[in-house]
């Protein structure tokens, strides 16, 4: 009797566990959303992907209406289209709205519309390597009214990749849907050409830790840009064309004090800018480290006008000059004036014209 009464509540005790420990099961039998898998465990947060050349616009866009037909999202604000697609009892179990993850990697779409995403909230949303992909259509937020989604339209992501497609200037306004919540935003090798200051799009994303525009067109910077992103701590503008910055391209008015000790990185290395152009405007009011890589561009010498400031504002900022062709002269010799002070913060002064010297040592300064 003993021996079945230990047994009666040993059986007890593990069904008691398994459903305290068991993960809801988000993509259960009979949910397949192909040619896209679903995956979810016990350690893994439910994630889809769709992913290869062999998804075609065609296969997105029934995707698309499924995800709209499950989650009650009327088509092109017009009524709900019932006949659009009508959600399947395994559609039912199956939870958009909890999908952390949603990856539509090196497809054949060409255009992206944002509407059946309304409300969900990724961890991950990245559509990089889609090379045809050359729009993304904003949901318009007077023609998605209804009782669920009423007001601000958006869709909430803390990474988004969308590298290695076709998007050009006209695809800034589609990313203000991520406003609130997008802190990493990648879009390294596209066809972007200018960071336009009249568009304020930018402004929009009040999140944004890290933006990567790397591998571009980008030729221009147009105003100043960057002053509603407090929280920036990552800015990559590397290998582009840039040889233009506005007046005010990188003035940052004001630091959160929680990131008073973060650093700010802007990375405008490979490209075309030169002597005479200030890059981070009144610094001291940055209010936090900054770190300025300049490598690998055109500049042949370099005046106090244009990066004192930046270096006594903060003694910690610094500054990579690293491939760029100095010719030591009497217009650097502030530099040398202050070496004790800034040798260390200043790298990348190699004269072309005083082999063996930097900026610091030449007798040109």
Known sequence: ML???????FLVFTQFAAVAYSAPLTCPPGSEVLP????????????????????????????????RAVNAIP???????????????????LNWINITRF???????????????????????????????REIVL??????????YRGEISVAAETVRFDRCALGDSAWKAFTMFHNSVRHLSLKNNALAIVEYRSDYL?????????DLADNRIYEIRGSQFTENHYLQHLNLSRNRISSLGPAAFKILHTPFELADKRLTIDLSHNNLYNGQAVVSDPYRVHRPIDLILAHNNYISVGTSNFLELLLADRTNTIDFT???WICSREMSWLKSAAVVFADRVKGLDCINDPGKTAFTSSFT
């Open 75 to 93: 088509l092109d604000g017009g009524p709900e289209d019932s006949g659009e697609y009508t959600p399947s009892p395994s559609d039912k179990k």
């Open 203 to 211: 402004k929009q994303l009040h999140a944004l830790e890290r933006l």
């Open 3 to 9: 021996q079945f009464v230990i047994l009666l509540a």
């Open 323 to 325: 491939g760029n062709n």
């Open 36 to 67: 896209c898998t679903c995956t979810s465990s016990a350690t893994e947060k439910p994630s889809l992907a769709c992913i290869g050349p062999t998804i075609s616009q065609a296969n997105i866009e029934r995707l698309f209406a499924r995800i």
């Open 103 to 133: 990856d539509l990697i090196n497809t054949e779409m060409t255009s992206l519309n944002n509407a059946p995403l309304v409300g969900c909230h990724f961890d991950v949303l990245d559509a990089s390597n889609n090379s045809l992909l």
């Open 139 to 148: 949901a318009d937020i007077n023609k998605l009214i209804n009782g669920r």
